[in-house]
């Protein structure tokens, strides 16, 4: 049993109001889990205990990165480099570059290169907090290479002391062997890469890349019905460069969450609302790309869909590895408060990788997966541009 005394909490539970801030706040920890998260004045007893004194520090839960891309190899600074000179999004893609060319240098590296290539990606996210972070694979395209992916992601959570939740993105964009060909395509990822991930448990959930240079609201659908058959939850890249709404046909499924939404309309809010579905933010590729049509943050505060924020760290438009200047984005750009941006790194994030029950608060119950900072209020985590006030992470009581 280890307690953390002398603290103050934002336990982001949905049983206080707001951040759930506790002024003379105690921790108790057991085999794991929290067992007690609340005023000093009202813990149990304890023996047999390790005691940290906090002196006055601020405990928060583990922060959460509910939407990567961490995992793939190359570079693509010189894209970044054809953007500065004017070239779009679907430009870049149309001309070769975009995914398919870190598709050619993922397939081209080993596992452990992969896994190597990662790591400082992983540590930069873990020195600021973070205790899970969701990857994606979408990099690889055809069933071996997804599935190294995968696989590689995995072994990411032996190498160091984090929660790793896998997506499969095999649906991210066509690969060039399927040119002229998408439902052929799509075939495969139903038929064959789906359920070859899944039966190795090599997923937690399946997602697509809805878009005009993605694939059809039909295609996704596809998608969705093969997860769903190999017993996998869905999530969904949506609305991000037009309204095909992606995240109405996501609501249809229950999907998780529904991504980036800069397109999203009143029907898709509304759905995803009712079907419980979170909007996960992506203030890295607004910023990167340098859009300026805002996602429908009043309507989305109007109808009540908890928002996630994340970085979308990724080597084409958000490699963005800092989580903290992920909520500050989120302010500035998006004009979130800081009571959002806190949430849509803790509770909401973990409600968009299904995983709200286990992490994501400061309660009895849950992971002891903590953040301990050197700030005297949680705006601060908000409001610093690259300063890590970081003091501790904690995980699962380690």
Known sequence: MRIWTNAKLATLSAARPELGVIDSGMI??????IVFAGPSSDAPPASDTETIDCEGRWITPGLIDCHTHLVYAGSRAREFEMRLQGATYEEIAQSGGGIRSTMFATRAASE??????????????????????????????????????????????????????????????LPPEFDGRPDEFIKLVCEEIIPQAASAGLADAVDAFCESVGFTREQT?????????????????????????????????????????????????????????????????????????LPPFDLLRKYRVPMAVATDCNPGTSPLTSILLAMNMGATLFRLTVEECLKGV?????????????????????????????????????????????????????
């Open 112 to 173: 452990e290169q992969l896994v190597e290539g990662a790591l400082p990606r992983l540590d930069a996210l873990l020195a600021e907090g973070v205790t899970t972070i969701e990857i994606k694979s979408g990099y690889g395209l055809d069933v071996d290479h997804e599935l190294k992916q995968l696989r590689a992601a995995r072994s990411l959570g032996e190498r160091r002391d984090v929660d790793i939740r896998t997506t499969l993105l095999a649906a991210h964009t």
């Open 28 to 33: 108790v920890e057991e085999n794991g889990r």
């Open 221 to 293: 659908e596809r998608v969705f019905l093969a997860a769903r058959n190999a017993g996998l939850p869905v999530k969904l890249h949506a609305e991000q460069l037009s309204n095909s709404h992606g995240a109405q046909l996501a609501a249809e499924y229950a999907a998780l969450s529904a991504d980036h939404l800069e397109y999203l309309d009143e029907d898709g809010v509304r759905a995803m609302a009712q079907a419980g579905t979170v909007a996960a933010i992506l203030p890295g590729a607004f910023y990167f790309l340098r859009d300026t049509k």
């Open 346 to 398: 803790t509770c909401h994030a973990a409600t968009a990788l299904g995983i709200g029950h286990k992490t994501g608060s400061l309660e009895a119950g849950k992971q002891c997966d903590l953040a301990i900072w050197d700030i005297e209020s949680p705006a601060e985590l908000v409001y610093n541009i690259g300063l890590n006030k970081l003091h501790q992470r904690v995980r699962g009581g380690r």
